[in-house]
């Protein structure tokens, strides 16, 4: 991939629908209770610091993707062995919401099509436009955005129109305190969306002006922990706490209930057009982070691995769970078990490496 073709409204748009993707659609959870959105909002911030931990990397090596300086920092063995982790990293989360985006479409549409249909044609689509550039992802991220908040917009019009909200159902707020807010932020809401933004550091240096990416990711954490919060407020109000909490993808319901006049109804189109518009550019930047990650360490063209990685994602994405339960069971325990490795703990390793190579590279000019 060519780099620096990526302008800062660009990247902004494609850091924006990474967020929102299949977390406007998907339960992310609902442990903070009715407070939840404010969970959300506390994420955001604290998304923000996490993130300008992960620019410090990139203002650091600004040409650079993840897997390359990390072996810089860490050395060739272990710098090797952490951008491998992190490749398989991203396939597996990219895999995820492969497997999400085709689960949704199969509930709502596609009852009787099987799994791997579903599958296949989604990595076709989004392995033609990675083929295309990265460049030609981020502009079409420009103008798909634009039309997600159309869509945002009008679907709230026509809550409000239908008279689905019901404010009663979001009180009292803080019933229960702070602590269950507190929980909500450590064991859901932090890392997913905020957390995967760690996907950028493969993806920053494609920016034109690359010393600007933490400026422009933590507007974005901002704007999508906004619509995010806003998003559960809405889910919480319509359908209440309970069934909310339980349905595999609340908003989906929320829209069901728009209804005026027996004249506007089943409009949750809307809502599954969102999905694959938001789930597809998740899985190309996932995608696209691990072809970036795999060309730099194996010294392979990222053209020739589309189509095996391509083939490896489908695989993965239509075994790695018997049902939509066991699938959701699998998300909780890697929320637990995998992402803090890769979203905590491998970031603040290579930032104290490349503090200390920072240390050793001024003493050395002295």
């Not at 977390?23 to 610091?49: E, H, K, P, Q």
């Not at 932020?185 to 493969?202: H, K, R, S, W």
């Amino acid at each position: 991939m060519n780099k620096n073709q990526i302008s800062s409204g660009q990247m902004l748009s494609l850091m924006v629908m990474f967020q929102i993707g299949t977390a406007i659609v998907i339960n992310l959870g609902y442990s903070a209770g009715r407070d939840t959105w404010i969970s959300v909002l506390i994420c955001m911030f604290l998304g923000a610091g996490l993130f300008w931990g992960y620019s410090y990397l990139a203002k650091q090596f600004p040409r650079m993707p993840l897997t390359e300086y990390s072996r810089k920092v860490l050395g060739k063995y272990l710098g090797s062995v952490v951008g491998f982790l992190y490749i398989v990293y991203f396939l597996y989360i990219g895999c995820r919401n492969l497997r999400d985006g085709a689960n949704l479409i199969n509930i709502s549409s596609l009852n009787n099509t099987p799994m791997v249909i579903t599958t296949t044609f989604m990595m076709i689509c989004v392995s033609y436009v990675v083929y295309l550039g990265f460049e030609v992802i981020a502009r079409t991220a420009v103008l798909l955005l634009g039309f997600l908040f159309f869509v945002g917009v009008l679907s709230n019009i026509l809550l409000l129109s239908s008279n689905a909200i019901q404010l009663d159902l979001i009180l009292p707020i803080l019933e229960d305190g702070i602590k269950p807010v507190l929980n909500g932020v450590l064991n859901e809401n932090l890392i997913v969306p905020f957390g995967e933004m760690v996907c950028f550091l493969m993806l920053l240096p494609y920016m034109r002006r690359p010393e600007k990416g933490g400026y422009i990711g933590i507007l974005a954490i901002i704007v999508g922990g906004l619509i995010l919060s806003q998003t559960m407020f809405i889910n919480i109000a319509c359908l209440g706490l309970n069934i909310a909490k339980g349905s595999p993808f609340p908003l989906l319901s929320t829209i069901s209930l728009v209804e005026i006049s027996e004249f506007v109804q089943r409009v949750d189109i809307l809502v599954v057009m969102s999905l694959i518009i938001g789930d597809f550019f998740r899985i190309s930047l996932y995608f696209s982070a691990a072809l970036i990650g795999a060309s730099d360490l194996f010294g392979v063209p990222y053209r020739k691995l589309i189509l095996p990685i391509a083939f490896i994602m489908n695989v993965w994405a239509t075994g790695m769970a018997r049902n939509f339960i066991y699938h959701l069971e699998y998300g909780r325990l890697a929320l637990l078990y995998v992402h803090p490795l890769f979203v905590f703990y491998f970031p603040l390793l290579l930032l104290g490496a490349a503090w200390i190579h920072k240390r050793r590279k001024r003493g050395a000019r002295v």
